[in-house]
Nanobody
């Protein structure tokens, strides 16, 4: 059973930075696609970033490209999301997710198999 635990969320001002962490157990992070998604109140869950299994290719949503960086530490079995130049529109609950299946899209939340409980990020203007 895969378990994901996010941490690092909080309340910050526009322009600040935060680093989210995702601790994984039950699966080595380098053997699955690891993604970050977010969901704002009244909105659908949306793709933020992913790092692919083995090769470590990274993909970002256009809205965060150049500001957010996804990375992983295989030794610690952790995945991170460094968020810089935060904007009020980045306010959401951020979820870490694991895509074990080989089919589907890394940008589609319905193709992910395991999810963390989420961590709140609030950016004030």
């Amino acid at each position: 059973q895969v378990r994901l635990v996010e941490s690092g969320g909080g309340l910050v001002q526009a322009g600040d930075s935060l680093r989210l962490s995702c601790a994984a157990s039950g699966r080595t992070v380098s053997t699955a696609d690891m993604g970050w998604f977010r969901q704002a109140p009244g909105k659908e869950r949306e793709f933020v970033a992913t790092i692919t299994r083995r090769t470590g290719f990274v993909y970002y949503a256009d809205s965060v490209k150049g500001r957010f960086t996804i990375s992983r530490d295989n030794a610690k079995n952790m995945v991170y999301l460094q968020m810089n130049s935060l904007k009020p529109e980045d306010t959401a609950v951020y979820y870490c997710a694991t895509k074990v299946r080989l089919t589907g899209s890394v940008r589609d939340n319905t193709d992910y198999d395991y999810w963390g409980q989420g961590t709140q990020v609030t950016v004030s203007s």
